[in-house]
């Protein structure tokens, strides 16, 4: 684990993390907020989670191998959401050849990486997920204590209020959370990463349409609590944040979500960043479930925001019509859905960029630096 503080106050560094289902490690770039006076773990006001797509090497274009570096795509995200913004940049676990293999995010895929299907059944995704951030997260803990004192919470108090923590080294099992004091999330699909923001969806339509999915037990991840049996006394922190148990600690309350469920209740945006397949399925186009992500949105005090970014490459490939019609199918099925609600909380954007310009594959990578986050 490559890791460094840099000027602006950031713990950064690459991470290897084994998801249940991976055959490999998926690495994933963190760079976290940081206090400046003490050097620890700063609450962010949001989770900015980006998937990459297919790996491209051996072009000569410097643009492209640069926007292909995990660690210059992060520091996009922070330029665009600002500094109290966590950027999480994570790639494929598995490649065949150069294709992205999310083996771990969908429980079906061809041998290139293309979905089969997308089952929420297991919320495989959103599991996947929030597996991986509170792991790393842990980890980059664990890290920043072994350069510190002990291994105790801590809190700093700052003229805007913020918390800024050391924790214990933290028990993955029976971690609670309170997802009223969540940060917000807003996830990316760059290229192939998009399967992943597909799987989400029919995620998140699920568990509006079932409400015993607050009750859902991901049998698999480590870290999703068993919601269902309540039968041990929920952790608690006192009025200095100390934790009362040594084994375990309130840790979505700071940073994340500890669950499949509320991860998919902090999510306020998805956002399509000229995504693309070569075979059919780069955007969601089952209409129940994007009903349903109209009804999830519906019932969410801060809504949903849908985003739909492309350039020529991808919209215009007359190679891959499918591409441009699976977009304009799913953003008319999603607007027919949000008018029939009337109540204005699902938001859709849609944006093309390098309109202008024959497509090329440096436009495909040159999108990360020019996108326009509402």
């Not at 895929?109 to 495989?124: H, I, K, N, R």
């Not at 995620?203 to 009750?215: F, L, M, N, S």
């Not at 019932?299 to 490459?313: A, C, D, E, Q, V």
């Not at 799913?330 to 029939?340: E, G, N, R």
């Amino acid at each position: 684990m490559a890791a460094a503080r840099n000027a602006n106050s950031r713990w950064e560094g690459i991470l290897h993390h084994c998801s249940i289902g991976g055959s490999n490690p998926s690495r994933v770039m963190a760079s976290l907020c940081l206090s400046p006076s003490t050097g620890l773990l700063l609450k962010p006001s949001m989770n900015a989670v980006l998937f990459m797509g297919d790996r491209v090497e051996g072009t000569g274009n410097r643009t492209i191998e640069r926007l292909s570096r995990l660690e210059n795509v992060a520091a996009i995200l922070i330029s665009k959401l600002g500094s109290s913004v966590n950027a999480w940049v994570i790639e494929a676990s598995k490649f065949q050849g150069p294709f992205a293999c999310y083996e771990a995010f969908l429980s079906s895929l061809g041998p290139t990486g293309e979905p089969s299907s997308y089952c929420p059944l297991g919320l495989t995704a959103s599991c996947a997920i929030s597996s991986l951030l509170n792991d790393c997260l842990r980890k980059v803990n664990t890290e920043i204590c072994h350069h510190g004192e002990g291994g105790s919470v801590h809190q700093e108090a700052s003229g805007r209020g913020d918390k800024c923590f050391k924790m214990q080294e933290l028990c993955p099992a029976n971690v609670i959370c309170n997802n009223q004091n969540l940060p917000n999330t807003v996830i990316f699909g760059f290229s192939k990463g998009g399967v992943v923001l597909n799987q989400l969806l029919a995620e998140i339509a699920y568990v509006g349409d079932h409400k015993e999915c607050q009750k859902f037990v991901c049998e698999n991840s480590q870290v999703c609590n068993n919601l269902q049996a309540k039968q041990e006394k929920p952790i608690q922190c006192d009025g200095n944040d100390k934790v009362h148990n040594k084994q375990q600690a309130y840790l979505g309350d700071f940073f994340l979500s500890a669950t499949a469920h509320e991860f998919l209740q902090s999510t306020v945006g998805i956002h399509y960043v000229d995504v693309g397949l070569n075979s059919y399925g780069a955007y969601q186009t089952d209409p129940n479930i994007l009903e349903g992500v109209a009804k999830f949105a519906a019932l969410k005090n801060s809504g949903l925001l849908i985003g739909f970014h492309g350039t020529p490459r991808q919209w215009n490939d007359c190679r891959r019509p499918w591409i441009s019609s699976e977009k304009d199918h799913c953003i008319a099925l999603l607007q027919d859905s949000a008018y029939l609600l009337g109540n204005g909380k699902l938001k859709i954007l849609e944006k093309l960029y390098f309109g202008d310009k024959k497509p090329s594959l440096q436009m495909h990578f040159e999108i990360l630096e020019v996108l326009d986050i509402c």
